[in-house]
């Protein structure tokens, strides 16, 4: 039943993560406690095993590419591909694939939580005065009435871990080949409605079922307790 | 056990947000120099549970209004001027305060200033000579105001660092905040006489945005009766 829970809370923050630009869904896949080898204490003649229930073995976030939305906003970017921005947080180095852009009031480039989104020195970006005509070409270059103001870091992230505010951590390596920045375009949430409400009604299903068990050993122990009581 | 219930509350606060923008954006679509609204969402804290990180639910982030140019509709009247590129006509409002607008629908008040269809005067203010035909006022692309013949003025168009920033105080003005950064002279925007820029709400996307809004806020509010369910089922274990 708590597995479930879990589960069930996991599927709650997805679908209400529907509409937040480059989330991504967790799912959680489930293993057995190890099981046991009941034997009579007195013959030492083996019964038979007895499982302890489930836990949850590990949450893999799904990174599949989310469908890219066009917007026509020339601070809106798409990355098409498995990179991720990279944006400077107060603890360090965050990862994102949010590009829902701003700019601060100094011309910062900062993501929408107001974080300041580096280049490949790890510097922050200046756009100060070209807000409203940013090019951005896909391979991160950024220009505005014809100078380059700055390139994008696009890095890859091997076992990405989410943080919150989009962000993820984990460890960061070179840009993957073939990651292109769409402008004009967000990558939409990857959750899949239908496939989270299947999730959802299964997982229901489930934990029902579970309740139901747990009903029975307890009217098992009651019956085992009333007919023990009757004999004396 | 309960954050799953907070997370799809969460999620229904966020959806509603985007409706409310959205519903905003519609009700403008006939609205001169109207800008639709850009609304963010980002996830929220992860906690494990069990050993499994669990997020609790999203939340919406005002990232000011859209940036793309109405189409412009041609009406004839000399007082209607749109901005041609980036910026801000800049006015004063009845409190004192200056703030920014891009409905350039003028009319000319009882002293012969030039203001907006809600009164607020022209910074720096224009004012026609007494006497003046307002149809024979022409207003050059770099916003020289000429009134029989004689220079008036100069209307200014004015822009900003972060036009995300700036704070909708109504009647289709916005003011500059810190975040926005302080007017300083546009860039590279001309003015353009005897048209008026449209409202940029496309109908459209911003019915698709709406009902993907709905479908959204539906799916949470189910989460939420599932939730609920869950807490019936384990009251019910004790009976």
């Keep these: 039943m708590l597995t479930e829970l879990v589960r069930q809370d996991q599927l709650a923050n997805d679908l209400a993560n529907a509409s937040t630009p480059g989330y991504k869904t967790d799912r959680s896949a489930q293993s057995t406690f190890g099981e046991l080898l009941l034997s009579n204490s007195a013959t030492a003649q083996p019964i038979g095993s007895l499982g302890l229930g489930v836990q949850i073995a590990e949450t893999k976030t799904d990174m599949s590419q989310g469908p890219v939305k066009q917007t026509g906003e020339p601070l809106d970017v798409a990355l098409q591909g498995p990179g991720f921005l990279v944006v400077k947080t107060a603890t360090g180095t965050a990862y994102t694939r949010d590009g829902q852009l701003a700019v601060d009031a100094n011309g910062g480039l900062m993501t929408s939580t107001g974080l300041p989104v580096l280049d490949a020195q790890g510097a922050p970006i200046n756009v100060a005065g070209h807000a409203s005509d940013l090019q951005i070409a896909p391979d991160g270059t950024i220009r505005g009435g014809g100078k380059t103001l700055g390139k994008l870091a696009i890095a890859s992230l091997t076992t990405p871990s989410k943080l919150g505010d989009n962000l993820f951590t984990g460890t960061a390596g070179a840009a993957p080949a073939g990651t292109t920045v769409q402008q004009g375009a967000l990558e939409s949430s990857d959750i899949d409605a239908a496939r989270v409400m299947v999730d959802m009604i299964t997982s229901l299903r489930a934990y029902e079922s579970s309740q139901r068990v747990i009903h029975s050993i307890d009217e098992t122990l009651s019956r085992g307790i009333d007919s023990a009581g009757g004999m004396s | ?239």
């Design chain 2, 1 to 239: 056990m309960p954050e799953g219930i907070y997370a799809a509350a969460a999620g229904m606060a966020a959806q509603q947000a985007q409706l409310d923008a959205v519903s905003n954006d519609i009700a403008n679509v006939n609205t001169a120099g109207y800008k639709s609204e850009r609304l963010g969402f980002h996830d929220l804290v992860y906690q494990a549970e069990m050993g499994a990180p669990v997020g609790a639910g999203a939340a919406p982030i005002d990232l000011g209004r859209t940036t793309a140019a109405g189409s412009l509709n041609d009406t004839g009247n000399p007082l209607d001027v749109a901005i041609v590129g980036a910026g801000y006509f800049q006015v004063k409002r009845a409190d004192g305060t200056t703030a920014l607008t891009r409905n350039g629908q003028f009319q000319v008040d009882g002293n012969g200033s030039i203001v907006t269809q809600t009164g607020e005067r022209l910074v720096p203010p224009i004012t026609l000579p007494k006497g003046t035909d307002p149809s024979t006022v022409t207003i050059a692309s770099d916003g020289q105001v000429t009134a029989g013949g004689a220079a008036i003025g100069k209307i200014s168009i004015v822009d900003v660092t972060n036009p995300g920033g700036l704070l909708s105080v109504g009647n289709n003005l916005f003011a500059a905040t810190a975040s926005s950064g302080a007017p300083a002279a546009a860039r590279g925007s001309t003015l353009q006489q005897g048209a008026i820029e449209s409202s940029n709400v496309d109908l459209a996307s911003a019915m698709t945005d709406m009902i993907e809004a709905q479908r959204g806020f539906q799916f949470a509010s189910r989460m939420i009766a599932t939730q609920s369910q869950l807490l019936d089922d384990a009251n019910q274990l004790v009976r």
